[in-house]
């Protein structure tokens, strides 16, 4: 039984919250370095959220939306990519104190094979967000059935000039040209090595390095597959990012089929060597005609592909038009790409016949977007805009909505 004065839920949260009428906090104010200090915050929810913590407690799934809106409020006055950091990191403090299942609760248990992988349930953390793949467990504990860290390239590389991030929040969505910065492939492996508690499947996204010309990206992509072979359940090949000059011109189809078929050859070769099966999925990104996804659809049916993704952010600005963001360059995320997402899924569901899964990504917000892409074909989903805009309550809601569908 969980008193509502004293409440046991407690979080790493950032100073901007220290006036909350909820918050007891016992830290310096003037420290901007809260996670230095390592803070610990007393949140005193209403009635209802601590028997809700109780039921956290008994394994019930729970999350409170309030604590991430609150969090999310601090967070948004923070320049994007600082919030990003200061978040991971925070994550990592609160995962290694054991703080994440009491925000959390139990993860979604919906298990499922794809891929001929057991995933504990549907939704999953999309690449980009934990680069360096050092969070891999704390990312678990907030119910994600899968994460894919990376992009990682065979050297490490520190990505574009900042800014580089930005935030359309009116729309809720976001634009990048991040440029794929990144540790490189060997640290990641090692942060992955280094990774404990994680009972999910892990994904590694690889790329090639942005100053290796298209006519050598082949070698980048096979040295980052043999590199990753030993620590990842499945590969995913990212040639679609658009923030790497002329990256996207590997997406035609004769370049999209020599470069797939000398991974796939790699990977016989590898899997023969380890007697281990790590399935190659490709990301394609929602900016293709019709045809390019036709053709695209053959390559991928004549080497087997094990999975495909769909898909990355796009070169559009449409339903941004109005925001000053929309100048820059780079790609964009969040809900406006939602339809464009389900489109390109839809074509390729439609040109794969069923034969090569698919994990639906772009513009999920809500249990209900997470739905319409198992609808549209998807097998698996993956979340990356809308769980900075609406937190770890929508992995849990998309989840336990997967599950639940008829
Ligand atoms: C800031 C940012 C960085 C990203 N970095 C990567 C990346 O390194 N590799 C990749 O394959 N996709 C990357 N993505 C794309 C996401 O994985 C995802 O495909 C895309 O954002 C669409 O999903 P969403 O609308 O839920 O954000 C990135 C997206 C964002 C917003």
């Given amino acids: 039984m969980v008193s509502r004065s004293r409440c046991p839920r407690k979080a790493i949260l950032p100073p901007a919250l220290f006036k909350h009428p909820n918050l007891n906090l016992n830290l310096n104010p003037n420290s901007h370095n809260f996670l230095a200090t390592a803070a610990q915050i007393t949140y005193n929810p209403p009635q209802a959220a601590c028997r809700a913590c109780a039921r956290a407690a008994s394994s019930h799934p729970y999350v409170n939306p309030q604590l991430y809106q609150l969090a999310k409020s601090a967070l948004f006055h923070l320049d994007p990519e600082r919030a990003h950091s200061l978040t991971l990191a925070g994550l990592r403090v609160a995962e290694r104190l054991h703080l994440l299942s009491l925000v959390a609760g139990q993860p979604v248990s919906d298990p499922v094979t794809v891929?001929?992988?057991k995933f504990p349930n549907r939704v999953g953390l999309a690449a980009g967000m934990d680069k360096e793949a050092n969070t891999i467990a704390a990312f678990g504990h907030l119910g994600f059935g899968f994460v894919e860290v990376g992009t990682l390239t065979p050297r490490p590389q520190p990505g574009n000039p900042k800014p580089r991030l930005f935030r359309c929040i009116p729309?809720?969505?976001?634009?990048?040209?991040?440029?794929?910065?990144?540790?490189?492939?060997?640290?990641g492996v090692e942060n992955i090595q280094a990774?404990?508690?994680?009972?999910?499947?892990?994904?590694?996204?690889?790329?090639k390095n942005m100053v290796t010309p298209n006519a050598e990206a082949n070698h980048d992509y096979v040295s980052c597959l043999r590199a990753a072979w030993d620590v990842a359940d499945y590969v995913t090949v990212n040639f679609s990012c658009p923030n790497v000059p002329n990256l996207l011109e590997l997406?035609?189809?004769?370049?999209?089929?020599?470069?797939?078929?000398?991974?796939?050859?790699?990977?016989?070769?590898?899997?023969?060597?380890?007697?281990?099966?790590?399935?190659?999925?490709?990301?394609?990104?929602?900016?293709?005609?019709?045809?390019?996804?036709?053709?695209?659809?053959?390559?991928?049916?004549d080497c087997q592909l094990d999975g495909l993704i769909c898909t990355n952010t796009t070169t559009s600005r449409e339903g941004v038009?109005?925001?000053?963001?929309?100048?820059?360059?780079?790609g964009l995320s969040g809900k406006p790409l939602y339809?464009?997402?389900?489109?390109?899924?839809?074509?390729?569901?439609k040109g794969l016949r069923g034969e090569i899964p698919i994990i639906g990504t772009g513009g999920i917000f809500t249990a209900e977007d997470a739905v319409g892409k198992i609808r549209a074909g998807a097998s698996l989903v993956q979340l990356y805009s809308g769980f900075?805009?609406?937190?770890?309550?929508l992995v849990q809601a998309a989840a336990a909505a997967i599950r639940d569908m008829r």
């Fill in 115 to 117: 891929m001929g992988l």
């Fill in 171 to 187: 729309q809720q969505a976001i634009i990048n040209h991040m440029g794929i910065n990144n540790p490189g492939i060997d640290r």
């Fill in 195 to 207: 990774t404990k508690n994680f009972h999910g499947v892990l994904g590694v996204n690889i790329s």
């Fill in 251 to 301: 997406a035609q189809a004769d370049s999209a089929a020599r470069l797939l078929s000398q991974l796939k050859s790699e990977q016989a070769n590898l899997s023969t060597d380890t007697g281990r099966y790590v399935p190659l999925v490709m990301k394609v990104s929602p900016d293709m005609s019709e045809s390019q996804i036709e053709e695209l659809c053959h390559v991928f049916l």
């Fill in 321 to 330: 038009e109005d925001h000053p963001a929309a100048k820059e360059s780079g």
């Fill in 339 to 349: 339809n464009r997402a389900n489109e390109t899924l839809e074509a390729f569901a």
């Fill in 388 to 393: 900075i805009y609406n937190g770890p309550p």
